[in-house]
């Protein structure tokens, strides 16, 4: 309650709105699934603080300003992703929607991950339109968000159908702590939700949490300052066992 009322109170609110600008990567990944794996626990993770800012609240969007509105109260700049149509079941991303005359400012990372869908055969990033389930959007926004590093996003429903954008705000990134202990719960709620590689998907997680990692046949160990982090896989790199 404490952190809403500071948001609220207009202590800050900067015109701040990330761009295309890629989170540096050791190896591009070639599908989709293997984004998730690299970018998904972490997004996760930042999904579940900003969830507990702004679930519930009533939202509206300003496409003049690029902004997004919570409650009346706060607003923050947004890139506008794609939409889902619940008529046709059928996702269409921001740079293809030649309709709504959306800002070239917010197109900024929908049009990189398509730039990087069409450099490594992702046909999720790079396909205009594409049939897509509503349960599907998430993996899109904790891509996008991961991808950028982004506060979070947020899939706004209206009548018609679901917009997803992402948000970016030093107020949202000051109140999430990086907390240890978080691996025990996002990253058994993360494979219980995605269909990924355990393994590959724990040591990105660690990796991106800031934790020095060390592989055995069987075991993953992540440390760092505050505490170390232990998972024991199966042969098929699904997760046994995870401590810390």
């Given at each position: 309650?404490n952190?809403i009322k500071?948001?609220?109170?207009?202590?800050?609110?900067p015109?701040e709105?990330a761009?295309?600008?890629l989170?540096?990567?050791?190896?591009p990944?070639?599908?989709?699934?293997?984004?998730l794996?690299?970018?998904g626990?972490?997004?996760?993770?930042?999904?579940?603080?900003?969830?507990?800012i702004?679930?519930?609240?009533?939202?509206?969007?300003?496409?003049?300003s690029g902004?997004i509105?919570?409650?009346g109260k706060?607003?923050?700049?947004?890139?506008?992703?794609g939409?889902?149509?619940r008529?046709?079941?059928?996702?269409?991303?921001?740079w293809?929607?030649t309709l709504?005359?959306?800002?070239?400012?917010?197109?900024a990372q929908?049009?990189?991950?398509?730039?990087?869908?069409?450099?490594?055969?992702?046909?999720?990033?790079s396909q205009?339109?594409?049939?897509?389930k509503e349960?599907?959007l998430?993996i899109i926004?904790?891509i996008a968000?991961?991808?950028?590093?982004?506060s979070?996003y947020?899939?706004a429903?209206?009548?018609?159908?679901?917009?997803c954008?992402?948000?970016k705000s030093?107020d949202?990134?000051?109140?999430y702590?990086?907390?240890h202990?978080?691996?025990?719960?996002i990253f058994p709620?993360f494979?219980?939700?995605?269909?990924?590689?355990?393994r590959?998907?724990?040591?990105?997680?660690l990796?991106?949490?800031?934790?020095?990692?060390?592989?055995?046949?069987?075991?993953v160990t992540?440390?760092r300052?505050d505490?170390t982090?232990?998972?024991?896989f199966?042969e098929?790199?699904?997760?046994?066992?995870l401590?810390?």
């Amino acid at each position: 309650m404490n952190l809403i009322k500071t948001l609220f109170s207009g202590r800050r609110n900067p015109d701040e709105q990330a761009g295309g600008q890629l989170v540096k990567e050791s190896a591009p990944c070639h599908s989709w699934q293997a984004l998730l794996e690299r970018y998904g626990a972490l997004a996760l993770e930042k999904q579940q603080n900003l969830g507990e800012i702004i679930d519930g609240l009533s939202w509206e969007a300003d496409m003049k300003s690029g902004r997004i509105g919570f409650a009346g109260k706060v607003a923050f700049p947004m890139q506008i992703l794609g939409t889902l149509s619940r008529s046709s079941e059928t996702w269409l991303w921001s740079w293809a929607n030649t309709l709504s005359d959306i800002a070239p400012r917010q197109l900024a990372q929908a049009l990189r991950m398509r730039r990087y869908g069409e450099e490594n055969g992702i046909t999720l990033l790079s396909q205009a339109e594409l049939p897509i389930k509503e349960e599907e959007l998430d993996i899109i926004g904790l891509i996008a968000a991961g991808m950028f590093n982004t506060s979070g996003y947020y899939l706004a429903d209206f009548e018609r159908g679901i917009m997803c954008v992402t948000l970016k705000s030093a107020d949202i990134d000051d109140s999430y702590t990086n907390a240890h202990h978080a691996v025990l719960t996002i990253f058994p709620r993360f494979i219980s939700l995605y269909d990924v590689d355990h393994r590959n998907a724990l040591c990105s997680y660690l990796q991106l949490k800031g934790y020095e990692v060390s592989q055995e046949a069987d075991k993953v160990t992540g440390c760092r300052q505050d505490g170390t982090i232990t998972a024991e896989f199966d042969e098929h790199s699904r997760l046994r066992l995870l401590q810390g």
